[in-house]
T-cell receptor, first 112, second 111 residues
């Protein structure tokens, strides 16, 4: 049983560009959450998707958007990249109503 | 304001020694508290999860405590190993299903 998977593992983009990160949840999970983790900091909640809709959102600008597909996989899109968007982006999956949340290995985004 | 504060920010210990990491929170209403271990550049892995009624929970050499009255938790690591070198993150879930993360404690275990 594969856990949470994310792609790509590492990405380098230029300021102003757009990026799409992908996440496949753990088998049996229907809820996907995205987090941004700057170096040396704890993860910051971006948003959560359930039943293909954004259910909760953290304090992130509209440049950050997402999508969830019928197979529960999810994408995180970031437009007009800024240098400050450089971080480890984590995806976590869970079953709605369950406490346990499983994290993927993350995508390291570097904006130059 | 919902906050989770961890101390120390970083810690260096010798292999085989014990250590205790602290977590203080001001989250309300409280639902549960988890400790995660995060290796550098990797996703966090859950160590323990504790609800309001639980005072102590162990996972191998890791023992977490929770005092819901003082809103404090600790993670005790026994007989540390080199592989324990990582960041340890305290996360509190509030009653509105929101997770509040601490900044983590970076532990380095030296031979």
């Amino acid at each position: 049983d594969a856990g949470v998977t994310q792609s790509p593992t590492h990405l380098i983009k230029t300021r102003g560009q757009q990026v799409t990160l992908r996440c496949s949840p753990k088998s049996g999970h229907d809820t996907v959450s995205w987090y941004q983790q700057a170096l040396g900091q704890g993860p910051q909640f971006i948003f959560q998707y359930y039943e293909e809709e954004e259910r909760q959102r953290g304090n992130f600008p509209d440049r950050f958007s997402g999508h969830q597909f019928p197979n529960y996989s999810s994408e995180l899109n970031v437009n007009a990249l800024l240098l400050g968007d450089s971080a480890l982006y984590l995806c976590a999956s869970s079953a709605m109503g369950q406490y346990e949340q499983y994290f993927g290995p993350g995508t390291r985004l570097t904006v130059t | 304001k919902n906050q989770v504060e961890q101390s120390p920010q970083s810690l260096i210990i010798l292999e085989g020694k014990n250590c205790t990491l602290q977590c203080n929170y001001t989250v309300s209403p409280f639902s549960n508290l988890r400790w995660y271990k995060q290796d550098t550049g990797r996703g966090p892995v859950s160590l323990t999860i504790m609800t309001f009624s639980e005072n102590t929970k162990s996972n191998g050499r890791y023992t977490a405590t929770l005092d819901a009255d003082t809103k404090q938790s600790s993670l005790h690591i026994t007989a540390s190993q080199l592989s324990d070198s990582a960041s340890y993150i305290c996360v509190v879930r509030n009653g509105y299903n929101k997770l509040i993360f601490g900044a983590g404690t970076r532990l380095a275990v030296h031979p």
